[in-house]
């Protein structure tokens, strides 16, 4: 991917930005359909070599037999732990608060060892996991070209060069590129936002086709990342058995005390 100079690329979203800490507020209002994908919950196992199962008993790691040291859960399988709910609003605060060890993590006991989660990663898809969206985004647009725009508040030397795009609260810079190389988990390296060798760099908070079809908007104090588009992208995705996704609407807020199912207070942010 390549500097874009062309600023005018952001105005259409600026013009459709909704009220701040919305989801219309982030990822543009006017589309017709909206998703929530969760990141997923990084997990810590005591003992290299623990078995780790899930809800259904089915085991994690390669060949489905045990997991090295670490791996990833779904919210579900914390919920169905921490005895908390999962809904389109769910914060991980409301939904972890009973279950809380007090020092910013989950432990759960088990027959072999302990395993422990932390906080879903903010304002960052996975790679793999934006690869994964890609069959989907590409059939909801007729371009192959799309903008990136990474905020450029990570203070790391050099993400800062190129157009900027102003937004409320949010400054980016602007990359240019197409979108089949979003389909490669290994695509960072090369797009000149400022991953290098040996350690990972941000990944996008804002990616849309050249048509605007379509908005992903992973918003840098969210631990969740936002899908706006077309109706039939939206069912797409929510059948996809690599993310774990909700729907929502444009007008619902996911600022951190907007969760009211949960025994768990959160905080107001």
Not at 4 to 10: A, C, K, S
Not at 70 to 79: K, T
Not at 129 to 141: E, F, I, K, N, S
Not at 150 to 169: K, M, R, S
Request: net charge negative; hydrophobic share 45%; proline share 8%.
């Amino acid at each position: 991917m390549t500097p874009t100079d062309e600023t005018e690329r952001g105005d259409w979203l600026r013009a459709r930005l909704g009220r701040w800490g919305t989801v219309g507020g982030v990822a543009g209002t006017g589309f017709e359909a909206y998703l929530r994908v969760l990141h997923p919950v990084p997990v810590d196992i005591d003992s290299v070599g623990v078995g780790i199962h899930d809800i259904d008993g089915d085991s994690f790691g390669a060949g489905g037999l045990t997991v090295p040291h670490a791996a990833e859960w779904s919210w579900r399988q914390v919920a169905a732990r921490s005895g908390g709910t999962i809904h389109p609003l769910v914060q991980w605060n409301a939904l972890t608060d009973r279950a809380s060890d007090g020092s910013g993590g989950l432990a759960f006991p088990g027959p072999d060892g302990s395993v422990r989660v932390s906080a879903p990663p903010t304002g960052r898809l996975a790679p793999h996991l934006l690869a994964a969206l890609v069959p989907a985004l590409a059939a909801a647009t007729t371009a192959d070209g799309i903008t990136v725009a990474v905020w450029n508040g990570w203070g790391i030397p050099g993400l800062d060069v190129g157009e900027q795009l102003a937004l409320p609260g949010r400054d980016y810079v602007l990359r240019a590129g197409s979108l089949h190389e979003l389909a490669d988990p290994d695509w960072p390296w090369h797009a000149g936002i400022a991953w290098r060798e040996p350690f990972e760099g941000p990944m996008p908070q804002l990616i849309w086709p050249d048509d605007h079809t379509w908005l992903v908007a992973s918003e840098i104090d969210w631990d969740s990342t936002i899908v706006a588009g077309p109706r039939v992208l939206i069912d797409a995705l929510l059948a996809l058995p690599a993310i774990e996704a909700l729907e929502l609407r444009e007008s619902d807020s996911l600022m951190s005390d907007s969760d009211h199912l949960n025994p768990g207070t959160g905080f107001a942010g």
